[in-house]
């Protein structure tokens, strides 16, 4: 089994409704989105998928977010705009991206030394 990944980032403003911190005013982050995908084949080149391919796509999607405030797109009005959510929406949308390829994992970095990671389990 082969686990490619790539990163890359984008600079989006949020406020986190019901929290009781600073957190809940508006403020912005640089995330780092690191996205990572499986495979046990290989092409005749001798690759899994193409970080090309990979990076075109996330860039793709990452254009939509980047540089906005996250609690305007209709996602987050009706979910509060967490990393945790984030990395989610990320995960969902990408793997359409990525099909047929499997997208393991999403991990975010809020900042140097906080980061969020999701993944869902497989179905047998």
Same mark, same amino acid.
């Given at each position: 089994?082969?686990?490619?990944?790539?990163?890359?980032?984008?600079?989006?403003?949020?406020?986190?409704?019901?929290?009781?911190?600073?957190?809940?005013? %508006?403020?912005?982050?640089?995330?780092?989105? =690191? @996205?990572?995908?499986?495979? *046990?084949? $290989?092409?005749?080149?001798?690759?899994?998928?193409?970080?090309?391919?990979?990076?075109?796509?996330?860039?793709?999607?990452?254009?939509?977010?980047?540089?906005?405030? %996250?609690?305007?797109?209709?996602?987050?009005? =009706? @979910?509060?705009?967490?990393? *945790?959510? $984030?990395?989610?929406?990320?995960?969902?949308?990408?793997?359409?991206?990525?099909?047929?390829?499997?997208?393991?994992?999403?991990?975010?970095?809020?900042?140097?030394?906080?980061?969020?990671?999701?993944?869902?389990?497989?179905?047998?």
């Amino acid at each position: 089994m082969f686990e490619l990944s790539i990163k890359q980032d984008i600079a989006a403003a949020h406020l986190l409704r019901g929290y009781e911190g600073k957190c809940k005013n %508006l403020h912005g982050h640089t995330w780092q989105i =690191e @996205v990572f995908v499986e495979g *046990e084949e $290989l092409d005749e080149v001798g690759m899994v998928l193409d970080f090309r391919v990979m990076k075109q796509r996330l860039k793709a999607l990452l254009e939509t977010m980047d540089h906005t405030c %996250l609690n305007d797109m209709p996602y987050f009005q =009706e @979910v509060n705009p967490t990393t *945790e959510n $984030l990395a989610k929406y990320i995960y969902e949308r990408f793997q359409e991206e990525i099909h047929p390829w499997r997208l393991t994992r999403v991990k975010i970095w809020e900042s140097d030394i906080t980061c969020v990671t999701y993944y869902e389990t497989k179905t047998t």
